[in-house]
């Protein structure tokens, strides 16, 4: 026993102590007591004991493989710890095994024992990754197994290909990437995956189901990423144009001509996204994607007085505080000056107040908030709060701009503010609500504490009224604000 052990664990030096003084056939028998308890420590030892004795033949080892991984249905967190605890401690011996065989021997052994993995975890819910350390090693393991096969080129190359072109497992190693390619195997794999691709091409492949793109798109895949190392940019787009079925797909084509400087192959290419708006029942989403993007390529071809013509109808048909701040931006790099523009503006966010039927209020309704509290016209702010809702935040930033001047109002921002973040009813939201309050307390004390405490005091009394049976959330009142009470 190493020194360590004996120091760290004094029972263990106890114990090692006891059992040299025991003779071999006593040891022999505490060993094999305890391991006819198990047959999971049966076939371990049995294991270690064939490997000690020179080894094991190649179906004796496949054997070993599937009691390391027997097809068991397993579900509690329990039970898969306690399966692959079983397994590790089995392919500590098994992998003891593998190496005393040749290269290919090993590689045939290590690919069906991440088979015989697959094809358990179909009935254990390993979602704590108790399997993480065993696939790691199967991993790493076949992937260096492979530069070590003496195939030919072509085979190497058909091997990769098969198992890149369609996804046969889910514990695997990454293909190609996780595997070390020769220049010539390399160019082998890429030659298949272009015979493949252009195959399926001619035979048709109907774009508009998932699975047919998908498996399309991983052929091409590495014909893009080689295209995109020879900076070929003609070419990435022809690849890409293989696969291009929605908008989007056409949009990328033309984000990449645009990013070429090429702005005329980019309008092409964005005429064949708008086309395949056309030609499909398509999302508004996607005609709305072809018109930003037609924002910026109008941009690129210094067409600015249709960039922010098109820019505009774009914010007033789906008008935000952001898509605001977007087209000060654009006006900056347009120099198309619309003398209106902040008036326009102002009157399309007027016109943004919604609430759902929740009462809560919809998305960007209290735009016009934002845009005041921007331009720092906080007297119209402070006019709009008092007839519309808005976000918290939004209330809070308005109440710290004010607090000098108008204390009254800061801490009815405040209290709308507070009152539904105790109303939550959980520790988390009482401690966010005593927060506020303690940053409210400390920024009425500043210049005139007298009187503005007491506008604290009353709003604290009135949540003391309607939350009073919130126990953890009284107690932290009683903390910080005992005077309430």
């Avoid at 371990?44 to 179906?59: E, I, T, V």
């Avoid at 290419?269 to 708006?277: F, G, I, K, P, T």
């Avoid at 801490?411 to 940053?439: C, F, H, I, K, M």
């Amino acid at each position: 026993m190493h020194p360590y052990y004996e120091d760290e664990y004094p029972v263990l030096k106890q114990l090692s102590t006891w059992f040299k003084q025991k003779s071999a056939e006593e040891l022999t028998e505490i060993i094999i007591s305890y391991i006819g308890e198990s047959a999971n420590e049966q076939s371990r030892w049995q294991l270690a004991m064939l490997n000690d004795q020179g080894g094991l033949a190649g179906a004796d080892i496949k054997n070993m493989i599937d009691k390391a991984l027997p097809e068991e249905g397993v579900w509690s967190w329990q039970e898969v710890s306690g399966y692959f605890e079983h397994t590790d401690n089995m392919f500590t011996e098994i992998f003891v095994a593998i190496e005393a065989l040749s290269a290919s021997k090993q590689w045939q052994h290590i690919l069906y024992s991440l088979q015989r993995l697959n094809k358990v975890l179909e009935q254990i819910d390993d979602s704590g990754g108790f399997r993480f350390d065993l696939e790691g090693q199967l991993n790493q393991k076949l992937t260096a197994l492979f530069t070590q096969q003496t195939w030919s080129d072509d085979k190497k190359a058909q091997w990769i290909f098969e198992h890149y072109k369609t996804w046969q497992y889910d514990v695997f190693p990454s293909v190609p990437d996780d595997f070390i390619l020769t220049e010539n195997v390399n160019e082998l794999f890429i030659n298949l995956c272009t015979t493949e691709a252009e195959k399926r091409s001619q035979q048709g492949v109907d774009l508009s189901v998932w699975d047919e793109k998908w498996a399309l798109q991983r052929l091409i895949e590495p014909l893009i990423k080689q295209a995109q190392q020879k900076h070929d940019w003609q070419t990435q787009c022809r690849l890409m144009n293989m696969t291009a079925y929605k908008a989007d797909d056409f949009i990328k084509i033309s984000q990449l001509c645009l990013d070429e400087n090429e702005p005329l192959e980019a309008e092409y290419w964005l005429q064949q996204a708008y086309q395949s708006v056309t030609k499909q029942v398509s999302h508004a989403m996607d005609k709305l994607s072809c018109q930003r993007f037609a924002v910026q390529l109008h941009l690129a071809l210094k067409e600015y007085k249709q960039a922010w013509q098109l820019a505009w109808l774009l914010f007033t048909e789906r008008p935000s505080f952001s898509g605001y701040k977007d087209l000060i931006a654009l006006e900056q790099k347009t120099a198309v000056i619309d003398v209106d523009f902040k008036t326009k503006t102002e009157q399309v966010f007027n016109e943004c107040y919604a609430e759902n039927s929740a009462g809560c209020i919809t998305n960007n309704a209290d735009a016009l908030l934002s845009f005041y509290l921007y331009h720092h016209q906080l007297a119209k702010a402070r006019l709009w709060v008092k007839s519309h809702k808005a976000n918290p935040s939004h209330l809070l930033k308005l109440a710290d701009l004010i607090i000098n001047e108008h204390p009254q109002e800061a801490v009815e921002l405040y209290y709308r503010v507070v009152l539904p973040t105790v109303a939550q009813g959980n520790n988390q939201s009482y401690q966010q609500a005593t927060d506020l309050l303690l940053s409210l307390k400390k920024a009425l004390e500043g210049d005139d504490p007298q009187g503005t405490s007491e506008l604290l005091n009353i709003m604290i009394g009135k949540i003391i009224k309607q939350h009073k049976a919130k126990r953890n959330m009284m107690k932290l009142l009683k903390t910080h604000f005992s005077a309430c009470f």
